[in-house]
């Protein structure tokens, strides 16, 4: 995944190319005290600021026809406390940088998403995860923030320090500040065995609370069109690290999972009859493997064809139903489904907007192929998902509003009453966080 960047005519871009804006402004700052300038300027000319990653967010929640920070010159580790075992990184901090870092002095995160193009203050602020049956998002590995706020003061928080800031800040969807730094918990580097194998879905349905149960990290794909999926499974191991071969890991990683993807995308964009027939054939072409190597090298993979997504988190319990009332639905919609349903879970956690605030979560996560027309599928998957209560990924696309929210999060209304202490005059305001947190 390569970054995003503003096209021309001053016109910014997100990584799936389905959100753009004009900002009044970009402003790249290349300190907290140069953010704070700028976000007291922004005020006085009466202009809203948003802050920007590299655009993986599907929602125009960084959107903003004001002024446009860029975090890329905050970046860097700040710190290293060994004696804590917490990090403490710029915002601007690609998750791929802080990786590669943190690797190098013998350190890990416990757990994160599948992608590491992301900056860690994008990544954290949208509620990014991946798959644990008792770890949780990279948000909930959150020790510590600072924050510059709407009067261009600079905030710090943590469990003891403004604790009611950092209960919403950690996933603050840019509503309550910009986030100049955070400090994670790290715990010295470990290994994974991964174990990837096709199974049937409705075996992984039937057996889903046993696999979930038996593994650190389970997660799946099921193939549209086809009753197939390809599952994964990673467990902490003694060793000795047993990586993917350069010339498998290209053959499965780059040449199947991409570049033959990407062409058979093209091929069922242009003539969605065959779909289908892809579909079945994809499902078959990636055979099992098991490899050992440490964590960032495991739970990530590159992800290189261009895509929208939508993924709502349901209760645990309810995934099967999901799933099953969700292939019914593409079984007899016409509909011609060429991306992988991705499923993952995560533990209950105590951060006020996460979609697992309170709740064992499973998440379901649709795609379409970028370019392709997707609101028909999305639709009717949203309609299966709001059924048991989904809640959205705050960076992908949705359509649920305020009142949907104030009716699935408990504790919604902390934060809305937070963000009017914070930011009474709306500066970091859009169309979007109107939408999902009112005015």
């Given at each position: 995944?390569s970054?995003?960047?503003s096209?021309?005519?001053?016109?910014?871009?997100?990584?799936?190319?389905?959100?753009g804006?004009?900002?009044?402004?970009?402003?790249a700052p290349?300190?907290?005290?140069?953010?704070?300038?700028?976000?007291?300027?922004?005020a006085?000319?009466?202009?809203?600021?948003?802050?920007v990653?590299?655009?993986?967010?599907?929602?125009?929640?960084?959107?903003?026809?004001?002024?446009?920070?860029?975090?890329?010159l905050?970046?860097?580790?700040?710190?290293?406390?060994?004696d804590a075992?917490?990090?403490?990184?710029?915002?601007?901090?690609?998750?791929?940088?802080?990786?590669?870092?943190?690797?190098?002095?013998?350190?890990?995160l416990t757990?994160?998403?599948?992608?590491?193009?992301?900056?860690?203050?994008?990544?954290?602020?949208?509620?990014?995860?991946?798959?644990?049956?008792?770890?949780a998002s990279?948000?909930?590995?959150?020790?510590?923030?600072?924050l510059?706020?709407?009067?261009?003061?600079?905030?710090?928080?943590?469990?003891?320090e403004?604790p009611?800031?950092?209960?919403?800040?950690?996933?603050?969807?840019?509503?309550?500040?910009i986030?100049?730094?955070?400090?994670?918990?790290v715990?010295?580097i470990?290994?994974?065995?991964?174990?990837?194998?096709?199974?049937p879905?409705?075996?992984v349905?039937?057996?889903?609370d046993?696999?979930w149960?038996?593994?650190?990290?389970?997660?799946?794909y099921?193939?549209?069109?086809?009753?197939?999926t390809?599952?994964?499974r990673?467990?902490?191991s003694?060793?000795?690290?047993a990586?993917?071969?350069?010339?498998?890991?290209?053959?499965?990683?780059?040449?199947l999972?991409?570049?033959v993807?990407q062409?058979?995308?093209?091929?069922?964009?242009?003539?969605?009859?065959t779909v289908?027939?892809?579909?079945?054939?994809?499902?078959?072409a990636?055979?099992a493997?098991?490899?050992?190597?440490i964590?960032?090298?495991v739970?990530?993979s590159?992800?290189?064809?261009?895509?929208v997504?939508?993924?709502?988190?349901?209760?645990?319990?309810?995934?099967?139903?999901?799933?099953?009332e969700?292939?019914?639905?593409?079984d007899?919609?016409?509909l011609?489904?060429?991306?992988p349903?991705?499923?993952?879970?995560?533990?209950?956690?105590?951060?006020?907007?996460?979609?697992a605030?309170?709740?064992e979560?499973?998440?379901v996560?649709?795609?379409?192929?970028?370019?392709?027309?997707?609101?028909?599928?999305?639709?009717?998957?949203e309609?299966i998902?709001?059924?048991?209560?989904?809640?959205?990924?705050?960076?992908?696309?949705h359509?649920?509003?305020a009142e949907?929210?104030?009716?699935?999060?408990?504790?919604f209304?902390?934060f809305?009453?937070?963000r009017d202490r914070?930011?009474?005059?709306?500066?970091f305001?859009n169309?979007?966080?109107?939408?999902?947190l009112?005015?």
């Amino acid at each position: 995944m390569s970054s995003t960047a503003s096209a021309k005519n001053g016109t910014w871009r997100n990584w799936g190319g389905n959100v753009g804006a004009r900002p009044a402004r970009e402003v790249a700052p290349a300190s907290v005290e140069e953010l704070a300038a700028a976000v007291r300027r922004a005020a006085e000319d009466g202009l809203k600021v948003k802050a920007v990653g590299t655009g993986h967010s599907f929602t125009s929640i960084a959107a903003t026809d004001g002024v446009l920070i860029r975090p890329q010159l905050l970046t860097g580790i700040r710190t290293i406390d060994r004696d804590a075992m917490t990090v403490t990184v710029e915002a601007g901090t690609p998750l791929k940088r802080l990786n590669m870092a943190l690797a190098r002095e013998g350190l890990s995160l416990t757990n994160m998403g599948d992608i590491m193009e992301q900056t860690v203050s994008g990544a954290t602020s949208t509620g990014t995860h991946g798959t644990g049956r008792e770890s949780a998002s990279i948000a909930a590995q959150i020790k510590g923030l600072e924050l510059v706020t709407a009067d261009g003061s600079t905030l710090t928080c943590s469990d003891k320090e403004n604790p009611e800031v950092f209960a919403a800040a950690r996933i603050g969807l840019g509503a309550l500040g910009i986030v100049t730094a955070i400090t994670f918990a790290v715990e010295p580097i470990f290994l994974l065995t991964a174990r990837e194998e096709p199974m049937p879905l409705e075996k992984v349905l039937a057996e889903f609370d046993q696999l979930w149960a038996e593994n650190e990290h389970f997660e799946f794909y099921w193939f549209p069109h086809t009753g197939s999926t390809n599952t994964k499974r990673n467990n902490r191991s003694a060793g000795p690290e047993a990586p993917v071969g350069q010339l498998a890991g290209w053959f499965e990683d780059e040449f199947l999972s991409n570049g033959v993807f990407q062409v058979a995308n093209w091929v069922g964009r242009a003539a969605p009859a065959t779909v289908p027939a892809i579909a079945r054939v994809s499902s078959r072409a990636l055979s099992a493997r098991t490899y050992t190597d440490i964590p960032y090298k495991v739970f990530t993979s590159p992800r290189r064809v261009r895509f929208v997504e939508m993924e709502y988190a349901v209760p645990r319990a309810a995934l099967p139903d999901t799933l099953r009332e969700l292939k019914a639905m593409v079984d007899h919609s016409g509909l011609r489904v060429s991306f992988p349903v991705e499923v993952r879970t995560a533990p209950a956690d105590d951060i006020t907007l996460s979609t697992a605030s309170g709740r064992e979560s499973a998440y379901v996560a649709v795609h379409m192929f970028r370019g392709t027309p997707y609101q028909r599928y999305f639709t009717a998957a949203e309609r299966i998902f709001t059924a048991h209560e989904g809640r959205p990924h705050w960076g992908k696309i949705h359509t649920r509003d305020a009142e949907y929210f104030a009716g699935v999060y408990p504790r919604f209304g902390e934060f809305t009453a937070l963000r009017d202490r914070l930011d009474p005059e709306r500066l970091f305001q859009n169309d979007y966080l109107r939408r999902v947190l009112g005015s």
